[in-house]
């Protein structure tokens, strides 16, 4: 109980900072804002879920600022949402942020958060023992370009097997999105699937799926950047207390999930069940919660190894990425907090 109070009294005193424009809290916007956020509906996008349905973001973000809300299946439509103008920040994934940020020649996005860590896995039939027995065979992913497209593609190809972009190799890489691809793995059309949470848990206790891979094992210490915060580059530098306001209920939330793990897998759940219309059981979202992390540091060096992936595999050409940060508002936010401060490249 005195947890719970003192983080309230935190998120409260926050809020008053900023309404009373204290030293620190960013400046108020001149005028009205609209912001346009896009998330996807899955869990590793639970600080969206959060800062939305606790009210995070609107305590924030003030009276000013009128948010509005888009939600997506996988990073590469979101991406061409962002680069049409048609959204300003979105939880996306290290790949389509680099596609978005080289097709752009590095002008329209900009990273300014990190989010979400793990929750990404390959999870194939029982009968599959390793790499090798995939060969012949058809696994999806979400979306071609997607993060799990190229993290399933990077590691079937360290193990001698390719995979055609538009199909055909050693191992057939099929986009689905993700319900297809539970579907399509229970009828037996798909030996497997790299998926992100829920999917992950889903097609394990749902559909009898082994895990083959879990993707943190392939990473130094476990942690890799699964979600991150990316804005349009006109947006931050017309509206950056407007962003920063947004950093700070980003950094409420990412508290709400790391301090009241139990509450925020119900709250998380109850908000997929709106948007999809079926809520998960409660098993499979604790399941899933054991493999993700939620933090503010981008884990800059992670996404640049997934860069080089990409561009090995030949989905996205080779670019300078020194200038995809700009982590200076989220480490004004940190300051605040009495965190350390987080790196870029």
């Known amino acids: 109980m005195k947890a719970r109070l003192g983080l309230a009294l935190a998120a409260a005193a926050t809020a008053l900072a900023i309404a009373c424009g204290g030293v620190s809290a960013p400046a108020a916007p001149s005028g009205p804002v609209t912001l346009r956020l896009g998330y996807f509906q899955n869990l590793g996008h639970a600080p969206a879920l959060v800062g939305l349905k606790k009210g995070f973001f609107a305590s924030t973000l003030g009276s000013q600022v009128t948010l509005q809300t888009a939600t997506f299946n996988a990073g590469p439509d979101e991406v061409e949402a962002l680069l049409s103008r048609s959204l300003d920040v979105a939880y996306m994934g290290p790949n389509p942020a680099i596609t978005a940020y080289v097709r752009s020649h590095g002008q329209a996005v900009r990273i300014i958060s990190g989010a979400t860590s793990g929750g990404s896995a390959l999870v194939v039939k029982p009968s599959i023992t390793s790499a090798a027995d995939l060969r012949g065979k058809t696994v999806a992913s979400p979306q071609l370009g997607n993060t799990q497209d190229v993290a ?13 972009l538009q199909g055909g190799g050693d191992v057939t890489v099929q986009p689905l999105d993700n319900a297809t691809a539970l579907q399509a793995f229970k009828a037996g059309q798909i030996a497997g699937a790299w998926v992100s949470e829920p999917w992950v848990s889903r097609l394990q206790l749902e559909a009898g799926g082994k895990l083959l891979v879990d993707e943190r094992d392939l990473w130094p210490g476990g942690r890799f950047v699964t979600v991150q915060v990316v804005v349009r580059t006109e947006f931050l530098n017309r509206n950056r207390a407007v962003v920063e306001r947004l950093l700070e209920g980003q950094f409420e939330a990412g508290e709400y999930l790391r301090t009241y793990p139990g509450d925020a897998q119900k709250l998380v759940g109850d908000a997929l069940g709106e948007l999809t219309g079926k809520r998960l059981p409660d098993a499979t979202v ?41 982590l200076s508002l989220l480490n004004q936010v940190l300051a605040r907090h009495g965190r350390p401060a987080v790196k870029g490249l």
């Not at 399933?152 to 055609?164: A, I, V, Y």
């Not at 992390?293 to 020194?322: I, N, R, Y």
Request: aromatic letters at 10%.
């Open 286 to 326: 604790a399941a899933a919660w054991s493999r993700l992390a939620f933090t503010e540091d981008p884990l800059a060096g992670t996404l640049k190894q997934a860069s080089d992936h990409a561009v090995q595999l030949g989905l996205t050409p080779k670019a300078d990425l020194s200038r995809a940060y700009d």
């Open 152 to 164: 399933l593609r990077w590691w079937l190809g360290q193990r001698g097997l390719k995979t055609g």
